[in-house]
């Protein structure tokens, strides 16, 4: 099982500071599509190559 959560979680509780997401943001290296599966767990697909296939995932998984 793999669950997922996004920064506002552990700044609420005061396991993260408010400004350290601001600066991840601020950052010249700041990639809105990175930032998301990092901070929001958004997921985004995979990319050419990638050790795990997404489509793979998805057709082969079964809900019980």
């Known amino acids: 099982m793999v669950l997922g959560g996004t920064w506002r979680t552990p700044v609420a509780v005061g396991l993260q ?3 350290f ?3 991840q943001k601020n ?3 700041y990639n809105e599509a990175s930032f998301e599966r990092e901070y929001e767990s958004k997921w985004s697909g995979t990319v050419e190559d990638a050790f795990f296939n ?3 995932f998805d057709r082969n998984r079964k809900l019980l």
């Open 21 to 23: 997401i601001t600066d």
């Open 17 to 19: 500071s408010k400004t």
């Open 54 to 56: 997404g489509e793979h």
């Open 27 to 29: 950052e010249g290296t």
